[in-house]
C-alpha cells in the first residue's frame, strides 16, 4: 500500500515549485527542494548551483538541500525529516539523502518525464535509475512518495532546456 500526500505534503512540494521557477529566473537550471521537519517547518532550501561555468555540477538542489539541514539538525532529527524536490532525486542525489539520514521524500517531476523534457541536454544527463532502486539498496528505510504534481513542476522547465545550452 502507497502512502498519500498530505495537505502539508502538497503544499510544501508546491513551494519547492515555486523554487524551482525563482532558480530560472536567477539564470540557474529550473531545480529546488526544500527539507521539513516532523511538524512541516521547513529546515533547509536549495536550488541548483550546478550551471556553467562558474556553477559546480554536484551542486543539485536536492543535495544541498540535505547538506544544509544535516548541518543544522543531528542524524535522528534528520530520521524524522522530509526532501521535497521539484524533481526525482538522481542517483547521486538519493545517496545523499541516504547519508544524511532522511527516510522520507516526495517529488514532483519524474525522472522519465524530465528526460523527455532535455532530452540530450549536455547539462543534464540524467540516469534511468528510479530512487527507489537506490534506496532499496541501503541498510534504512526510505519512504517515497511521487511523482506528482508533474504538470506543476513541468511548468519552470518549459523552454529551458530545448534551445541548447546556454551561450558563454
Do not use: K
Not at 502538497?10 to 523554487?19: E, G, K, M, S
Amino acid at each position: 500500500m502507497h502512502e498519500a500526500p498530505t495537505p502539508t505534503d502538497l503544499d510544501l512540494l508546491r513551494r519547492a515549485i515555486a523554487l524551482s521557477a525563482d532558480a530560472r529566473a536567477q539564470g540557474r537550471h529550473p531545480f529546488a527542494a526544500l527539507v521539513a521537519d516532523a511538524q512541516g517547518r521547513v529546515v533547509s532550501t536549495a536550488i541548483n548551483n550546478s550551471m556553467p561555468p562558474e556553477g559546480d555540477p554536484t551542486q543539485h538542489a536536492e543535495l544541498r538541500a540535505v547538506a544544509g539541514a544535516a548541518r543544522i539538525l543531528p542524524p535522528d532529527a534528520m530520521a524524522d525529516c522530509t526532501l521535497y524536490t521539484s524533481a526525482e532525486p538522481c542517483c547521486m542525489c538519493a545517496g545523499a539523502v541516504y547519508w544524511t539520514n532522511i527516510r522520507r521524500v516526495v517529488y514532483a517531476l519524474s525522472e522519465h518525464r524530465l528526460l523527455a523534457l532535455t532530452g540530450a541536454h549536455p547539462e543534464n544527463p540524467t540516469f534511468a535509475l528510479p530512487c527507489r532502486e537506490v534506496f532499496a539498496r541501503g541498510q534504512h528505510p526510505v519512504a517515497v512518495l511521487g511523482p506528482m504534481l508533474e504538470d506543476e513542476a513541468a511548468g519552470p522547465h518549459a523552454g529551458f532546456w530545448c534551445d541548447g545550452p546556454p551561450a558563454g
